[in-house]
């Protein structure tokens, strides 16, 4: 039974493949598994449409023969089917992400998610790849019960609110993923990552972590959504990364969901002094404001959209994933705050 299973460390599991794909690879979380792949001997081909991915993230891999990269969207099913059929394990990361984004381009999302999930899982299926699909803590919607854990029920607000949507659209890539395991016999991994963050994260699309360094590093007020006292759980890529490949070469986790987060919970106001104060003493200070002078708070309205609505906590159940891996962080929120910002200062 899966509750009896011993943990089992991550170093120690078998290789069970050798050539993966990563659609989304020029992204964030992607490049650095595309990097932590190809430092372990795999073959790892990206395709990326570079519509928030960056080429900047994988450029120095490709001067690696084990490296391919197709810039291409996962919908040319053509180039799909090919890339498929060259792997044994599909790392599916390619969605549209950040908050900003999802408010503003809502039929993007979830096409893009919903669309391309699909056209991952045909194409898996006609090979009989492994697929890791990439989900959200999003999907646990305005539930309030946490720790969320797996099989937690799941509430959403309505579908007026197209903040929904991306949750929605990831509950569908969940479900439709599933159904290819239980009706097709295709080999799946669901992981729903809680807040993932370190270099190479923009603050593009709504991410506080850069935004929040940024602004700092600048000299200007950090912005803050809401009241502040919403609270989250930041995992550093490389753990995240960790607990990914972990899951790939676990047989038993296949047809199974996982949490991948941290448990370290803070509340965004005590995220953004903690900025402020690491700014300080790492002496790159334009002013000498007092630190609570320099937070500006912005209602969600005027932030994102009229009745936008929040989740106050968002805290993962890790227990599951460590059962079956033996995986937990290794890295806590400083040393996660202080790798970005030197990443941000061109010292990584």
Not at 250 to 270: H, K, L, Q, Y
Request: include cysteine; glycine fraction near 8%; charge should be negative.
């Amino acid at each position: 039974m899966a509750g009896m299973k011993e943990a089992q460390s991550s170093a120690a599991q078998i290789r069970s493949f050798d050539r993966a794909l990563i659609t989304g690879g020029a992204g964030f979380i992607g490049s650095h598994l595309a990097e932590s792949l190809l430092a372990e001997g795999y073959q790892v081909t990206v395709i990326d449409d570079l519509s928030t991915g960056r080429y900047e993230n994988i450029a120095p891999l490709v001067k690696y023969p084990r490296f391919r990269f197709a810039i291409d969207s996962i919908t040319n099913q053509i180039v799909l089917d090919r890339l498929a059929s060259e792997c044994d394990v599909i790392f599916h990361l390619a969605a549209a992400v950040g908050v900003m984004l999802i408010v503003d381009r809502p039929v993007h999302t979830i096409e893009t998610n919903v669309m391309g999930t699909e056209a991952v899982l045909k194409a898996a299926l006609r090979y009989r790849a492994k697929v890791l699909i990439a989900s959200s803590s999003e999907v646990y919607g305005k539930g309030n019960q946490t720790p969320f854990r797996e099989d937690d029920d799941v509430v959403l607000g309505p579908t007026s609110r197209s903040r929904w949507a991306y949750a929605a659209s990831k509950m569908v890539d969940e479900f439709l993923a599933l159904a290819y395991y239980r009706e097709k016999g295709l080999p799946v991994v669901i992981f729903r990552l809680f807040n993932t963050v370190g270099p190479r994260q923009t603050g593009q699309y709504g991410m506080v972590i850069p935004r929040f360094l940024n602004q700092a590093i600048e000299g200007e007020p950090l912005t803050v959504y809401g009241d502040g006292n919403q609270t989250r759980c930041f995992l550093h890529v490389r753990d995240a990364v960790e607990a990914i490949l972990a899951l790939a070469n676990c047989p038993d986790a296949v047809g199974e969901v996982f949490n991948i987060g941290s448990t370290e919970e803070v509340r965004i106001i005590d995220l953004a002094l903690k900025i402020l104060q690491l700014v300080r003493e790492n002496k790159i200070v334009t002013g000498a404001i007092e630190a609570r002078d320099q937070v500006r708070f912005i209602p969600y309205d005027e932030a994102y959209a009229v009745g936008f609505e929040d989740m106050r906590r968002r805290v993962p159940d890790i227990t599951k994933i460590f059962r079956y891996t033996g995986w937990k962080p290794g890295m806590t929120l400083d040393q996660a705050l202080q790798d970005i910002l030197h990443s941000l200062l061109g010292q990584e």
